[in-house]
């Protein structure tokens, strides 16, 4: 039942049409169970595996590959049906696998990633994957979860979860944990009043939600929503709803191809045209072997013309990233998104867990008329407690004592040596304050324990007192401990301890109203901790009335939820690379805004908080408008951080969402890149995520963000470099083409500069294995004081020139040592084998100006020992490749002589060399015009 906070609950249980002492008929509940469904959260539908294996193929530049297999098998069934030439038909189909061999490798690696499918919805799933306790026909019964329906009254108790959505009908101390929606530490107090019509979800405190936990007390409810119905299930919805984003890299990539598809098909097209010209004017007739002569040359070109080791490349690099990422606590689950780190501008992240420690901690108090810092943060006992002022250092053991005592929270240790919680969040705080000073209640209270205390009665929280006490017995005089909200509690009070001396409360009243005003203001919460002493009878048999009276306010403690201790540095650092923080989070707006001043997101104390009341009164333009000045938000739920990461996207910005709860989920889902806590994350939200923090450590986003922008510049470096060598080879082919008109020695006017297969050697050897070394390369400049890179320029933007400068003088340098060879008699094989090993020698010794953005000899050549042992396998395989029978037949390679292996192993370096040192050479001549190390820093924004 939509709205049920808003209706009394009687008027639910009529619109339910069900009964609160007898609950549905087992007959009514299965005809519910029928009309409603399960109470699960459906799963989303997925692609059959072959489907999915099928999308892979449908890249532009697989689809040219396809194209050339064709061309190659249609030139082997020419050459073994119409002429009889098995040998050149087997160097066709040599080619046809080995192009396919290519595509395989592609394509498997984009299936691999495909697989890594997302189980957000499985995950939770599983949170509903429990039992209830359920009221049918008056009898109570454990059901399984997913027979709940619409209707049915179910019982909790402390430690239940709860498995639908509920409007309450009695409560008793009950308390519920719900973070896993809101992202709020401290568990709801419920009731089961009506509320206003503006509640927001962490506000309805007459409601129970799916997946929360009883942390407290027991309660009864009416389900009025299962399965995809609750908040739950909403959230569910919001996962299935959001589509699958593409990465900055993935669109970058993508717009390429396709140019470069375009290219390719218009060079194949002009040559088999220019080729079959040529063959037609020399001979005046079009025959079958000039056809094919021509197709060689058109299958040589689509190869030279196609980057195909680019997307194996690629993957190749980001996995280096991803393993960068690794050693830096940060799991990546996309190898796109570790190139999309880099390109982060915006950093949305959840306040509870995220920017804090999720473990609420007293960090100030007040006892007996003075101030205390308490060091340390968590739920780890260290830490020291110091006065504000050292020269006034009164007692605070009774506040201390008392604190523990009235308590019912403990921590102990795991196997893994770290303290854990058990209880209510604000006692464990004071328990672990305890301790730092050496106070543990059960130490107190061990009957060998010199103090001689033992506890009497225990009357706990409640909601209309707002206060708990225990009764003690100290030796052979009793007293009643209480403690709750300072308002509450002073009103209570007699007397107040200062400096051991008991004030009447009109006295000391206002020291203890400025603490806590003070104390608030820093977004502390507060209690205080009381003192009463009283006789026997008072202390056995006085009710709660008559006990919580006549007090003596011993001091006041304030709790956080503290920051994590190095976000603030973190976010300075992401500030000064440009990029923003913003907060997002389901706490109150004072909380919130505290908290982000303390981390540097904010550095007015007055800067706005947007409130999620007031996003649900924004339609998407207000929101629009107002997103680039906000870093705050409060109270919001996960529809609304959705929307704000749309926003955000809307402006042109690259967003990384951070959280750890369920709620978190959908907006990790939409943003370009989501950030999952590892440790104290849920499931779910590492599923949803991309990236997923081992350490729970803000930091490691910072060094994440500088990871990805490192990848972005290597992968810029890997990819001047093969674009340059596919500039190269395609020239090297059409020099061949358009100036070649006639025979030269043994080398007839159709015998293409360099084979199909050569070209793929080159692609996947020679230039491949070098620049997946580029992937371990360091970078230039110091990459966190610059600013975020601009997604939508094209990758090549000011590397076009240097492309096609050094490609053309590469690509005429191999064309050079072809005619050479031809014209000095050689057989076309050594031809062809001589401009192949140009080629090679040429982009291997090319590599190493292409690691650098300026000159190869402004980078230490040895500083890549990986990229080293790249360039030598290359060059001893592209050698042996010549002289090995069998890549003699396959390839089309020939031996050389030793003179000419020299030759193309060293003249080659010339144009590389010559090049680099003219422009160095020019920089060093006008250093005015000189691009400097570190480009020009843009300030962030004003935060």
Known sequence: MKDSFRAHKQDVLDALQSDRTHGLTPDEAQRRLTQYGPNALAEAPRLPRWRQFLNTLKEPLVIILFVAVLLAWASAAYDVFVIGDVSHASAAIYESIAILLLIGVNSGLSFWQAEKSEKSLTALKTMADHHANVLRAGEWQTVPAESLVPGDIVSVKTGDFIEADVRWLHVAELQVNEAHLTGEAEPVRKQTHALDEDAQLGDRTNMGYSGAMVTHGNGLGLVVATGMDTELGKIATLLTQVKTKKTPIELTINALTKKLMLVAMAIVAFTLGLELFKAYQATGALSFAAIAESLSTAIALAVAAIPDALPAVLSIVLTIGATMLAKNNGLIKSLNSVETLGATSYIASDKTGTLTKNQMTVTRFFANGARYQVEGDGYEPVGEIIADDDADTPGFSRFMLASVLNNEAAIEQDENGRSQPFGNPTDVALVVMGHKTGVDRDTVLDKNNALDIDLVRVLPFDSERKMMSVVIKDKDHYQVLTKGAPDVLLEKTDLIQDHDQLLPVAEGRAKVDEVVLNFAEDALRTIAVSLRDIDEQLAKHGSAADLEQHLTLLGIAGIIDPPRPEVKTSVAELHQAGVQVVMITGDHAATARAIALRLGIVSDPNAQVVEGKTLEGMDDQALFNIVPQVRVYARVSPEHKQRIVHALQKHGEVVAMTGDGINDAPALRAADIGIAMGINGTEVTKDAADLILLDDKFTTIENSVKAGRTIFGNIKNFMRHELTTNVAEVLALLFGVILMTHQIGNVPATAPTLTALMVLWVNMVSDALPSFALGYDVPEADLMKLPPRNVKAPILSGMLGRIFLRGIVMGGLVYVAFIWAASNGMSVAEAQTLGFLTLVFGQLWHVFDARSTRTLFRRNPFSN????????????????????????????????????????????????????????????????????????????KEV
């Open 865 to 940: 020992p990986r990229l080293l042992m790249a360039v030598a396998f290359a060059a001893v395989a592209s050698l042996l490749v010549t002289v090995m029978p069998f890549f003699n037949t396959v390839i089309g390679t020939a031996p050389l002589t030793t003179p000419l292996y020299l030759a193309v192993v060293f003249l080659p370096a010339i144009p590389t060399f010559v090049l680099s040192g003219l422009k160095e050479l020019y920089w060093r001549l006008r250093p005015s015009k000189a691009p400097q190390s570190v480009p020009q820093i843009k300030p962030a």
